[in-house]
């Protein structure tokens, strides 16, 4: 069974490999480099200093956070640079998962990134924008109902408020817009990647220049590695609390590893998505060059800015005010302090912004993953096909339906409110994030042994070293998640692992050589 799937598969490689003829090769050196940025650059950086600050417990704490998430992030893109070198194909880490180890773990990947990761992110992001514009206008409200919460049972319910139809309304006009072709794509990456780029360095420029306090800076710099402030982080399970102690900031060995272990959820995913022009590569001009490149200097510009943003915040705020900011929005307490009551509108339009052109990326980027699965026989045989603007414009399609679910789809609190699925699905799978990267990078070392005479025109920065030290890092940090984080660790392995029967049916179904992917 085993060497039949590997051998249709396979063949199904060939014909996918002549089939990608017709993407356009559109996508420049700067063009993927404005799709790591874009595609990284959200709302994170905007709101999660508050809970790191809280986690960590000193202006150190907060920034050493950032500092290790940048480098776990560059050394990643500078690994995955020779995957992507070697692979310059449609789908990217898919593809690498299932030439280092086996289809199943290319779907595994791709099951989760469909169900979860990407489209659960991009719709938290269309929510926020949003949000943001019910900021300017109060209308817009995550309250205000067009269909009230169904129930579906005691946890979960179904509805539409107009906060909701806006951010199903983004995705569409996304959506659309990216079936009209990669060039139309790419052009709207670029104006709001630009945009949102100057954005953060105009927020950065004015907390320093503008909106810098004498009473924070003395606060957070000459007291900058004493803990205050800090919640209590508690083992996962209650089987737990009797063998590992709870931890109160980032003091002692334990104390550093436990809360810059649970700090990186935050920051971790506030950098995510920098692989995502991997997924293009069919469609980029010099694939063997500049996807690898496009990682290095995105994944190197959001470090820079993540960093000095945190500075520029600590140049604004106490450590008590950035902990305690309201609704955790920082950015918007830090502007509020420069300019005033107009800071809070500004922030708003800069987060319009940045959400927008953050879902463009991400929803082009998404809907090629679906694609190669599909030419594998292992997605529907609809969305491996490109339309007549050379796009996978059935995959945009499903993908954008799918978000829009994921939109509607609320759980049901106890004090009577509503919460939003995606984001208990999004904390569930930051363990599973982790684990694909791991397995992508450690593919790295179990590639040269595999296939020692293929063609490498980039090799993995200070390999060994640098890979080895993302996998001992990363794998540290979830050991950290699955003791203090169980609760929402387990689920995301069980998501995971539901794609293993869902393979297994698709690959029941799949046609002989020749003959495409099921219906």
């Known amino acids: 069974m085993a060497d039949t799937t590997s051998q249709v598969i396979s063949d199904q490689t060939s014909r996918a490999a002549s089939e990608e003829r017709g993407f356009v090769r559109a996508i420049g050196l700067f ?13 994170g950086i905007f709101i999660v200093a508050a809970e790191i600050s809280r986690q960590t417990g000193s202006p150190a704490g907060l920034l050493l956070t950032w500092i290790i998430t940048g480098l776990l992030t560059v050394s990643a893109a500078l690994s995955y640079g020779e995957l992507a070198a070697l692979f310059p194909r449609a789908g990217g880490q898919y593809i690498y998962l299932r030439e280092a180890y086996s289809p199943l773990w290319g779907f595994l990947y791709g099951w989760t990134l469909f169900l979860v990761i990407q489209t659960g992110t991009i719709a938290a992001v269309a929510v926020g924008f949003a949000r943001y514009i019910g900021v300017i206008f109060p209308s817009i409200s995550g309250s205000t109902w067009i269909i009230h919460p169904i129930n579906l049972g005691s946890k979960y319910a179904i509805s539409l408020s107009v906060q909701q139809l806006i951010g199903i309304l983004m995705i569409a006009l996304i959506t659309f817009l990216n079936t009209l ?3 139309l794509g790419k052009i709207i990456q670029n104006i709001f990647t630009s945009a949102k780029t100057i954005g953060v ?28 402030g800090a919640v209590p982080i508690e083992p996962g399970a209650g089987f737990l609390r009797g063998l590992i102690p709870a931890i109160t ?40 060059r500049d996807v ?3 990682m290095a200097l995105g994944t190197l510009i959001v470090t820079i ?17 950035i902990q305690n900011a309201p609704d955790d929005r920082v950015a918007t307490a830090a502007l509020n302090a420069a300019l005033g009551p107009v800071g809070a509108a500004i922030m708003a339009v800069a987060i319009i912004i940045s959400t927008f052109g953050c879902n463009n990326g991400l929803i082009l980027a998404g809907s090629r993953v679906v694609y190669a699965m599909a030419h594998d026989g292992l997605f529907f045989r609809a969305t491996g096909k ?26 049901r609190q106890p004090n009577g409110t509503y919460g939003n699925l995606y984001n208990d699905l999004l904390n569930y799978v930051v363990f599973a994030v982790l684990l694909f990267y791991v397995l992508t990078i450690a593919g790295i070392f179990r590639l040269r042994r595999k296939r020692p005479e293929a063609d490498r025109p980039y090799r993995a920065f200070g390999y060994p070293f640098v890979p080895l030290l993302y996998i001992v890092a990363a794998v540290a940090i979830m050991v950290v998640l699955l003791l203090y984080q169980t609760q929402t660790t387990w689920p995301g392995l069980v998501i995971v692992l539901l794609g293993v029967p869902v393979y297994l049916l698709w690959t029941r179904r799949s046609s002989p050589p020749g003959d495409g992917a099921p219906n």
């Open 386 to 411: 490109l339309n007549r603007r050379s796009v996978p414009g059935m995959a945009l399609v499903l993908q954008g339906v799918w978000i829009a679910i994921l939109i509607s789809l609320r759980t």
């Open 305 to 321: 800015l993540y960093i000095v943003a945190n500075i520029a915040y600590l140049c604004t705020l106490t450590l008590a005010q």
């Open 31 to 43: 063009d993927g480099t404005m799709i790591v940025v874009g595609s990284m650059i959200g709302s």
């Open 201 to 228: 360095i105009g927020l950065i420029l004015i907390c320093i220049f503008v909106g810098r306090n004498a009473d924070a800076v003395a606060d957070n710099f000459s007291h900058f590695w004493k803990i205050r």
């Open 249 to 288: 900031g980032a003091v002692g060995f334990m104390g550093i590893i436990v809360a810059f272990g649970v700090a990186q959820v935050g920051s971790l995913f506030s950098s995510d998505a920098w692989n995502n022009i991997g997924f293009t590569a069919a469609e980029v001009r010099n694939p063997k």
């Open 181 to 183: 072709g990669v060039r």
């Open 292 to 294: 690898a490149l496009s």
